[in-house]
């Protein structure tokens, strides 16, 4: 069973260009979160979402940024007009249920530079 | 802030000693999970203690959950140079939201 797949691994942008992050969640699972890192920082809430629906989206940034995860294929989180504060890691996790005893489980990530 | 918050940020020991890191939260949680990166890569599911629960081991990690104090600790016993790591909480709420800390960043010397 494949773990949480994320692509790129390292994505380059120059200042203003778009950048487009994949996820494809393990086998199974319906759940996809998003968070990013900052350099020797832990890792702040972004999205959360299930099959074609976005049930909390506080972490995002109220622009520029979005995600979405369709009925078919990966999730996407979308950064419009990068800017050098958005260079940072993002993290995919999914987990299958909303249950008690849910675990996430995570990507290795998508390191984001903008030059 | 529903976040964990760890400490301390830092931890340096020498191989064999334990390593004991703190994390703290504001809000009541469904459980608190404890999680390790490894340098440059994701995190990876160490523990999980209910709200309910005070105590549990898995192999040399022994974690525990004061919930008046909204306070968790977690214990490495016997230390190895291959713990080096960071460790993160999350705190959980409505069984779906994930919250991290800071983490601990642990150096295990050999």
């Known amino acids: 069973n494949a773990g949480v797949m994320q692509n790129p691994r390292h994505l380059v942008r120059r200042r203003g260009q778009e950048a487009r992050l994949r996820c494809s969640p393990m086998k199974g699972h319906s759940h996809v979160y998003w968070y990013r890192q900052l350099p020797e920082e832990g890792l702040k809430f972004m999205v959360y979402?299930?099959?074609?629906?976005?049930?909390?989206e506080s972490g995002m940034p109220k622009e520029r940024f979005s995600a979405e995860f369709p009925k078919e294929g990966p999730s996407i989180l979308r950064i419009q007009q990068v800017v050098r504060g958005d260079s940072a890691a993002y993290f995919c996790?999914?987990?299958?249920?909303?249950?008690?005893?849910?675990?996430?489980?995570f990507g290795e990530g998508s390191w984001l530079t903008v030059v | 802030s529903q976040q964990g918050e760890e400490d301390p940020q830092a931890l340096s020991i020498q191989e064999g000693e334990n390593a004991t890191m703190n994390c703290s939260y504001k809000?009541?949680?469904?459980?608190l999970q404890w999680y390790r990166q490894n340098s440059g890569r994701g995190l990876v599911h160490l523990i999980l203690?209910?709200?309910?629960?005070r105590e549990k081991h898995s192999g040399r990690l022994r974690v525990t959950l004061d919930t008046s104090k909204k306070s968790s600790s977690l214990l490495i016993t016997a230390s190895r140079a291959a713990d080096t790591a960071s460790y993160f909480c999350a705190a959980v709420y409505n069984f779906n939201k994930f919250y991290f800390g800071s983490g601990t960043k642990l150096n295990v010397k050999p």
């Open positions: 809000t009541s949680i469904n459980n």
């Open positions: 203690i209910r709200s309910n629960e």
């Open positions: 979402l299930q099959k074609e629906n976005i049930i909390d």
């Open positions: 996790a999914s987990s299958p249920t909303g249950t008690e005893g849910n675990t996430i489980y």
